[in-house]
């Protein structure tokens, strides 16, 4: 959707005490409110020099984790696989058109959130019975993007992000030892993506998006005390509306 205006518009970010990642929940809260007061006011002109605002939606993939469940006496690392989850993200930026030296770009920020449940748990290279645990990703991005006018309604494009990311990994564990896993962290992240939208109208496009995330330096502290590196991959394929 594509917005040639930014309307006044008065918003409320309410105080979040509960959990760890407030500031993240409070700046989502106020940017996801400014994309719907605006979206519903405004009028589409031209793509150069507009405001846009994308939605997505789609299947996420993440790559296995491990965490160590034991203590610094008795070190138990356990292996993590994952069903295939969901995303949604939502979007709203400025499309430049030349900016520096470079055609038809855009500029945005975004929020994203993720969850994918376990599908096994191993250690020692069998599987554990009765698996549980939810991973859940929430991640606030700026990002960049290139399109490329190749003269039909067809429009390809690629692009990256930057910006923090919210790992919630809830209640890890199996029959004989529940909540093995239950801990958060916060830690910078990044993203790349490519597409292809399809110019429905002048004011709607509607395309799919392959993207792979990842975090960088995400921590976690199982029940037994002992710490352990995060390391959080995801690749996402999405419907969008633009």
């Known amino acids: 959707m594509k917005l040639n205006m930014m309307p006044q518009c008065s ?50 993939m993440v ?6 469940a034991g203590t610094a006496l008795v070190p138990l690392t356990v292996d993590n696989e994952y069903d295939t989850g969901y995303v949604l ?9 030349q900016f520096y030296f470079i055609d038809n770009v855009k500029l945005g920020l975004e929020v994203a959130y993720s969850q994918n449940d376990i599908d096994t748990h191993s250690a020692g290279g069998a ?12 991640t606030f991005m700026a990002n960049m993007s290139h399109e490329y006018d190749t ?12 910006g923090i990311a919210a790992i919630d990994a809830n209640d890890y564990g199996v029959n004989a030892v ?52 995060f390391d959080y991959e995801s690749n996402n394929l999405t419907f969008n509306l633009n």
């Open 127 to 138: 599987n554990l019975t009765g698996p549980t645990g939810e991973l859940d990703a929430f």
């Open 11 to 60: 918003y409320i970010v309410p105080s979040l005490d509960k959990g760890s990642h407030t500031m993240i929940k409070q700046a989502t809260f106020a940017l996801t409110t400014a994309m719907l007061c605006t979206a519903a006011s405004a009028d589409f002109n031209d793509r150069i020099g507009t405001q846009y605002v994308n939605l997505a939606a789609g299947a996420s």
């Open 178 to 229: 529940p909540n093995a896993l239950d801990d958060g962290d916060e830690s910078f992240a990044y993203q790349v993506n490519a597409g292809v939208n399809y110019m429905v109208n002048p004011a709607l496009d509607m395309g799919v998006n392959y993207r792979y995330a990842a975090t960088s330096g995400i921590e976690l502290t199982g029940a037994g005390g002992t710490s352990s590196d």
């Open 151 to 162: 003269g039909t309604k067809f429009v390809p494009y690629y692009g990256l992000g930057v």
């Open 63 to 68: 790559s296995d984790t491990d965490f160590e």
């Open 89 to 97: 993200s939502a979007e709203t930026g400025y499309n430049f058109g």
